[in-house]
C-alpha cells in the first residue's frame, strides 16, 4: 500500500496567517491527490481533486500543488472557520490511502 | 446539488451483521462510482471499499475481504454497504462518498459494536 506522510501533525496559528501542509507519497501518485477539511463531528468535505483543482464552491484561499510524491495545501490567509483537521489522500492505487491528518488550532 | 444521505445510528453485538444505506440525489447515480470511508473515535480515515454504480465491480480493503459486500440499486440510487461478523473494532463513523476521489460526502453512520 501506498504510504502518506502528513507534516505537521499539528500546528498553531493566527487569524491571516498563511498556512501549508505537506503530504508525501512513499511513491509516485501523479496527480491523484485530494484533500479533505473535517471539523469535530462534521463529515470531511472535499477542498481540492487532482492535486491543484479546486472543488466547486470552495474559497480560492485554499489551493494545491505538487505531483508525484511532494504535495501541499496551502490556505493563504487563515480565518477562524478553517480551523479544523486537514487530511490528504491519494487515489491513483488500491487502496486508496489517507494521510494521518493535520490539527490547525488557533494561536 | 449534489447529496448523499445515509442510514441511522446503529448498535449492534459483536458477531452480528449491518447493512447502512446511502441514497444518492442531484446527479445521475450510474455515472459516479461509490466509495465508502470509515473513521473510528478519534481516529482518521480508512478506506473500506468502492463499488461501481454502473457496473456493480467492486474493491474492497484487504483487512475486510469475506466480511463487507458493497451493492448498489440504481432504480433508487441507493448504495449499500453490508459488514458482517462484527467485532468491537469495526466501532467507527461509516461515510459513503462519490468516486473514489471522495468529492462529496455522506452525513455519516455511527456503527457501535458492543456486548
Known amino acids: 500500500d501506498i504510504q502518506m506522510t502528513q507534516s505537521p501533525s499539528s500546528l498553531s496559528a493566527s487569524v491571516g496567517d498563511r498556512v501549508t501542509i505537506t503530504c508525501r507519497a512513499s511513491q509516485g501518485i501523479s496527480h491523484y491527490l485530494a484533500w479533505f477539511q473535517q471539523k469535530p463531528g462534521k463529515a470531511p468535505k472535499s477542498l481540492i481533486y487532482a492535486a491543484s483543482s479546486l472543488q466547486s464552491g470552495v474559497p480560492s484561499k485554499f489551493s494545491g500543488s505538487g505531483s508525484g510524491t511532494d504535495f501541499t495545501l496551502t490556505i493563504s490567509s487563515l480565518q477562524p472557520e478553517d480551523f479544523a483537521t486537514y487530511y490528504c489522500?491519494?487515489?491513483?492505487?488500491?487502496?486508496?490511502?489517507f494521510g494521518h491528518g493535520t490539527k490547525v488550532e488557533i494561536k | 446539488q449534489v447529496q448523499l444521505v445515509q442510514s441511522g445510528a446503529e448498535v449492534k453485538k459483536p458477531g452480528a451483521s449491518v447493512k447502512v444505506s446511502c441514497k444518492a440525489s442531484g446527479y445521475t447515480f450510474t455515472t459516479y462510482d461509490i466509495s465508502w470511508v470509515r473513521q473510528a473515535p478519534g481516529q482518521g480515515l480508512e478506506w473500506v471499499g468502492w463499488i461501481s454504480a454502473y457496473s456493480g465491480n467492486t474493491n474492497y480493503a484487504q483487512k475486510l475481504q469475506g466480511r463487507v459486500t458493497m451493492t448498489t440499486d440504481a432504480s433508487t440510487s441507493t448504495a449499500h454497504m453490508e459488514l458482517r461478523s462484527l467485532r468491537s473494532d469495526d466501532t467507527a463513523v461509516y461515510y459513503c462518498?462519490?468516486?473514489?476521489?471522495?468529492?462529496?460526502w455522506g452525513q455519516g453512520t455511527l456503527v457501535t459494536v458492543s456486548s
Open positions: 489522500q491519494q487515489y491513483n492505487s488500491y487502496p486508496p490511502t
Open positions: 462518498t462519490r468516486d473514489l476521489s471522495s468529492s462529496y
